[in-house]
């Protein structure tokens, strides 16, 4: 079956700080992958999305590349700010089906 | 477009009453999907329907759960009876049909509680 694995939070940064969240996947077939956001209180944000191997997504300074032969689809920003403060979640789907999800990873950025 | 729409927002109840939570896709999207998201399972399909009919109910969690697409601009999940350990984040995601569209918008959630 499919299966979503990201790294636990929450991961604390300071405001123009490196991000990377890792996440790696299982899946049959060919799936799109997704990464959502959640700010508190709020329902999932699509943030960006890359539907084959070596696409890249990305969205508001926000990147992640579809690596089949690691199967992995790490999100990164190179400056993150106070505003990026949310839970990220990492996902996939296969065919027109329901999303797998990872657990979230909490992101809190200190200014 | 208005989004996905779900209703209530906030929704507190007794162990034992009924609770329905409702959604309307959007506008022209032909699947709807209903999850749950709780601290301890994260996020969770629980029932997919593809042109109002149900594909996917497996992870409906016990028949206390029911979910109904009577048409292609409503949905709605019931519980009844309700427990406490019903309580999370129901959220309702809608996906359109073209050829290569594979993005589900969600509501904004309703939060249950069960006292």
């Known amino acids: 079956g499919n299966s979503v694995t990201q790294m636990e939070g929450p991961v604390t940064l300071s405001e123009e700080a490196f991000l990377t969240i890792n996440c790696t996947y299982t899946?049959?077939?060919?799936?799109?992958l997704f990464w959502y956001v959640q700010y508190p209180g709020e329902g999932l944000q699509l943030l960006l999305k890359a539907t084959k191997a070596d696409d890249k997504g990305s969205n508001k300074g926000f990147e992640a590349t579809y690596r089949k032969e690691t199967t992995s689809f790490h999100l990164e920003k190179g400056s993150v700010q106070v505003s990026d403060s949310a839970v990220y979640f990492c996902?996939?789907?296969?065919?027109?089906?329901?999303?797998?999800f990872g657990s979230g990873t909490r992101l809190q950025v200190q200014p | 477009d208005a989004g996905v729409i779900q209703s209530p927002r906030h929704e507190v109840t007794e162990m034992g009453q009924e609770v329905t939570l409702r959604c309307k896709p959007i506008s022209g999207h032909n699947s709807l999907f209903w999850y749950r998201q709780t601290m301890m399972r994260g996020l969770e399909l629980l029932i997919y329907?593809?042109?109002?009919?149900?594909?996917?109910d497996s992870g409906m969690p016990e028949d206390r759960f029911s979910a109904k697409m009577p048409n292609a601009s409503f949905s709605t999940l019931k519980i009844q009876p309700s427990e406490p350990r019903d309580s999370a984040v129901y959220f309702c995601?809608?996906?359109?049909?073209?050829?290569?569209?594979?993005?589900?918008?969600f509501g904004p959630g309703t939060r249950l509680t069960v006292l």
């Open positions: 329907f593809n042109n109002n009919v149900p594909i996917d």
């Open positions: 995601a809608s996906l359109g049909s073209g050829r290569g569209t594979d993005t589900q918008y």
């Open positions: 996902a996939l789907s296969t065919g027109r089906r329901a999303l797998t």
């Open positions: 899946a049959t077939g060919y799936p799109s």
